[in-house]
């Protein structure tokens, strides 16, 4: 055993007084609260209601909620083949992010249409919001003693009981802990993310482009270390097919928003069109108008 390993939690549970409280409901429940509290800032700080801000945040998290439990099941759904009672048993574990995400888009897209608000500053406003939430949620990983990576000796080798661990691994003792892995990457993420904003003038939805890109690119190394349980298709983990092509398709989102004419939020114009400051000359300076209808001759130019 590795001196210095990280040290699993004896108990996949938080005992306090009679009440029990399960460990991985109550690191997702955390995540969903701080996902929540800085998505309803930065969604406020862009002019909205709170109101406005809770409602979204309401519908957000029971879609994505039920999105990522179904793209778990639908991903790992040999686990539960011959016991489907235990599909919906959430705090045992198994919430897929790339289900939370495009349910929770698709619940947004229709209730930002009925609104008549622009998607996008749902979008962007809760870039930063996801790794956060996802940072905190991965915590409950560790309690239940999942989604490790292959052995290793190094100092922060994650202790797994042999209870958790694969018939092939069970004579090894510490693993990669890609749950602290995926936490570090996501927060990265976060501050990343909000640098970017803030240093940067986006097109609308194009930061939580980057947050795809971002959460992909980390997401895939680390699904290719982790050694838990998977489907596979093609001998790939369904998840790495699915990290690159949110890679492949987040990189054409951006691509594709830098072209385009007309103007953005950076300010960007079109070459063809007069600039505002132009138009209002013309409009309210008829004696100009008249000028530029005399010969060529009777117009003097300083330079």
Known sequence: MTPAAIPSPGSSSLDIG?????????????GVLAAAWLFHRRFTQRGHSP???????????????????????????????????????IWEGGLGIPGAVAAAAAVMWVYARQKGIPLSDIADS?????????????????????????????????????????????????????????????????????????????????????????????????????????????????NIWVMLGLILGSVVYLLYGRGGNGSDQSGEQAPDEPSSDEMATEESSPELAESQDQPAENISLET
């Open 126 to 238: 809760v870039a930063p919001a996801l790794p956060l939430g996802q940072a905190i949620g991965r915590w409950g990983n560790w309690f239940n003693q999942e989604l490790y990576g292959r052995p290793t000796d190094l100092p922060w080798g994650l202790e797994i009981d042999p209870e958790h661990r694969r018939l092939q691994y069970l004579d090894d003792e510490t693993f990669h802990p890609t749950f602290l892995y995926e936490c570090i990457w996501n927060l990265a993420l976060v501050g990343a993310l909000l640098w970017i904003g803030k240093r940067f003038t986006l097109k609308p939805g194009r930061l939580f482009g980057l947050y795809v890109l971002g959460y992909s690119l980390g997401r895939l190394w680390i699904e290719f270390i982790r050694v838990d349980f998977a489907s596979e298709l093609a001998g790939v983990r369904v």
């Open 51 to 89: 109101e406005l801000a809770s409602s979204v945040t309401v519908w957000a998290v029971v879609a994505g909620l039920i999105g990522s439990r179904i793209y778990h099941v639908i991903t790992d759904w040999k686990t539960y083949q011959g016991n489907w009672g235990e599909a919906w048993q």
């Open 18 to 30: 009679s009440l029990e409280l399960r460990a991985y409901g109550l690191m997702i429940a955390l």
